[in-house]
């Protein structure tokens, strides 16, 4: 049987939640959601009172036992969809969106690890799907989560990685790449080899690897890996650029 074509659907707003400064999650009520697998996106598209339409698209970041939808948005100041979902969309509001969408980026717990995750900035967004699924499920899958940051500032659901780090088998590293706070004892700059390395875990335990980042982000630190002796075909790789707001 072919598989249900993906449709439009109206989102209502329950709830917006700040993350960052520039970063917001909107909290969706979606009728007849299907549900959706860690790490898959949807389209969000906007129209306005003479009929111009804009799309784009963004990672759900709840997980699939969530009852709400959560797309977590970084404001752009050149974006044409996201400074109206991160400034002017209001509770009780409406939206279009279509998805879920994507199986190639995608994880459940029974596919097992251990697992690496590399986000860098908003990529962030689906690999916390996949960590707040891990949680949903009670999973001790071993995983690693390295974000680069600009700053303490810019990590989004910094105070829910911190609840999340205390359970078993979820270790969280931080790179902060242009300001450290007084004291800062992680990691700083790019992400780096020796970052990986020291991560973990190694190539020879065969993980799971998923990256997500600005492209030329996602590109190197595929390079890295794989110079490190990752298996390439085991890196999950998903990118956006500029336009992607």
Request: hydrophobic letters at 40%; a negative charge; one cysteine or more.
């Given at each position: 049987m072919a598989p249900a074509p993906i449709s439009w659907r109206q989102a209502v707003v329950e709830d917006v939640v700040v993350?960052?400064?520039?970063a917001k999650t909107l909290v969706l009520d979606v009728p007849r959601w299907p549900g959706h697998r860690a790490g898959q996106h949807v389209d969000v598209r906007l129209?306005?009172?003479?009929g111009y339409q804009a799309q784009?698209?963004?990672s759900i970041a709840s997980a699939p036992e969530d009852a709400a939808v959560k797309?977590?948005?970084e404001r752009l100041d050149d974006g044409e969809v996201s400074p109206y979902l991160t400034d002017e969309l209001r509770r009780g509001e409406q939206l279009e969106l279509r998805g879920p969408i994507g199986g190639y980026f995608a994880w459940h717990t029974q596919d097992g690890g251990p697992l690496l995750l590399v986000a860098g900035g908003s990529g962030l967004v689906p690999l916390m799907s996949m960590i707040r699924h891990r949680a949903a499920r009670s999973s001790t899958v071993d995983a690693r989560l390295l974000l680069s940051a600009r700053s303490r500032d810019h990590v989004l659901y910094r105070d829910e990685l911190r609840e999340?780090?205390?359970?078993d088998g979820l270790a969280i590293h931080l790179t902060l790449t242009r300001q450290t706070p007084d004291?800062?004892?992680g990691f700083q700059g790019r992400v780096s080899a020796d970052m990986l390395r020291t991560v973990g875990p190694a190539p020879a335990a065969r993980p799971r690897i998923y990256v997500c980042g600005p492209t030329a982000f996602v590109e190197r630190a595929a390079e890295l890996l794989v110079e490190l002796?990752?298996?390439a075909s085991a890196i999950h790789a998903e990118r956006f650029g500029p336009t992607g707001a």
């Amino acid at each position: 049987m072919a598989p249900a074509p993906i449709s439009w659907r109206q989102a209502v707003v329950e709830d917006v939640v700040v993350e960052t400064p520039r970063a917001k999650t909107l909290v969706l009520d979606v009728p007849r959601w299907p549900g959706h697998r860690a790490g898959q996106h949807v389209d969000v598209r906007l129209t306005a009172e003479d009929g111009y339409q804009a799309q784009r698209s963004y990672s759900i970041a709840s997980a699939p036992e969530d009852a709400a939808v959560k797309l977590t948005v970084e404001r752009l100041d050149d974006g044409e969809v996201s400074p109206y979902l991160t400034d002017e969309l209001r509770r009780g509001e409406q939206l279009e969106l279509r998805g879920p969408i994507g199986g190639y980026f995608a994880w459940h717990t029974q596919d097992g690890g251990p697992l690496l995750l590399v986000a860098g900035g908003s990529g962030l967004v689906p690999l916390m799907s996949m960590i707040r699924h891990r949680a949903a499920r009670s999973s001790t899958v071993d995983a690693r989560l390295l974000l680069s940051a600009r700053s303490r500032d810019h990590v989004l659901y910094r105070d829910e990685l911190r609840e999340l780090a205390a359970g078993d088998g979820l270790a969280i590293h931080l790179t902060l790449t242009r300001q450290t706070p007084d004291g800062w004892r992680g990691f700083q700059g790019r992400v780096s080899a020796d970052m990986l390395r020291t991560v973990g875990p190694a190539p020879a335990a065969r993980p799971r690897i998923y990256v997500c980042g600005p492209t030329a982000f996602v590109e190197r630190a595929a390079e890295l890996l794989v110079e490190l002796g990752h298996d390439a075909s085991a890196i999950h790789a998903e990118r956006f650029g500029p336009t992607g707001a």
